[in-house]
T-cell receptor, first 111, second 113 residues
Framework: GESVGLHLPTLSVQEGDNSIINCAYS??????FIWYKQESGKGPQFIID?????DKRQGQRVTVLLNKTVKHLSLQIAATQPGDSAVYFC??????????FGAGTTVTVRA | DAMVIQNPRYQVTQFGKPVTLSCSQT?????MYWYQQKSSQAPKLLFH???????NEADTPDNFQSRRPNTSFCFLDIRSPGLGDAAMYLC????????????FGPGTRLLVL
């Protein structure tokens, strides 16, 4: 499941499929970007980050893409699992200081 | 193994009765942040301490105060909670300058009766 460049508040994805979550950031001076996962009743959990001198970074089952030209960030989750159901937030910052959060995307994984 | 600890996890208070939420960290980070998060919304920064320096956000109500007695601990005081202050309160820490990302605690869910 994906939102093709647009931020959508919800995303429903079939278990095993790949997920793409999009985020538009606002400050062209931002140099550090983070994706957080937040499960119900818990604090945001760090997933992956990327600095502005990179355009792609991979983790375990997750990839973050950064397009500075259009100020766009995306998170790709491979082989989505039921445990991936959560709200996902992107955040931007300059010099690792105060975060500015984007609107979250609620991901629901269908069995 | 918990790095950012918040107590209590759930807090019930009465309208107008002062309440204090606490946060501690084992990361030795010099910045500690307090966020308010309401249902289905992104966390909203209330204020932060950069070392001993307190930095308030412009739109944080005066009803919210904070104390940081040492590097490890930070408190959020709500002097006269209103019904609109019911929310999840998140503490986060980091060390700016490319050294550490911002880590969040599990949050304290505040209920105002």
């Amino acid at each position: 499941g994906e939102s093709v460049g647009l931020h959508l508040p919800t995303l429903s994805v079939q278990e095993g499929d790949n997920s793409i979550i999009n985020c538009a950031y606002s400050n062209s001076a931002s140099d550090y970007f983070i994706w957080y996962k937040q499960e119900s009743g818990k604090g945001p959990q760090f997933i992956i980050d990327i600095r502005s001198n990179m355009d792609k970074r991979q983790g375990q089952r997750v990839t973050v893409l950064l397009n500075k030209t259009v100020k766009h960030l995306s998170l790709q989750i491979a082989a989505t699992q039921p445990g991936d159901s959560a709200v996902y937030f992107c955040a931007e910052t300059f010099n690792d200081y105060k975060l500015s959060f984007g609107a979250g995307t609620t991901v629901t994984v269908r069995a | 193994d918990a790095m950012v600890i918040q107590n209590p996890r759930y807090q019930v208070t009465q309208f107008g009765k002062p309440v204090t939420l606490s946060c501690s960290q084992t990361l030795n980070h010099n910045v500690m942040y307090w966020y308010q998060q309401k249902s289905s919304q992104a966390p909203k920064l209330l204020f932060h301490y950069y070392d001993k320096d307190f930095n308030n956000e412009a739109d944080t109500p005066d009803n919210f105060q904070s104390r940081r007695p040492n590097t490890s601990f930070c408190f959020l005081d709500i002097r006269s909670p209103g019904l609109g202050d019911a929310a999840m309160y998140l503490c986060a820490t980091n060390k700016p300058g490319g050294q550490e990302t911002q880590y969040f605690g599990p949050g304290t869910r505040l209920l105002v009766l």
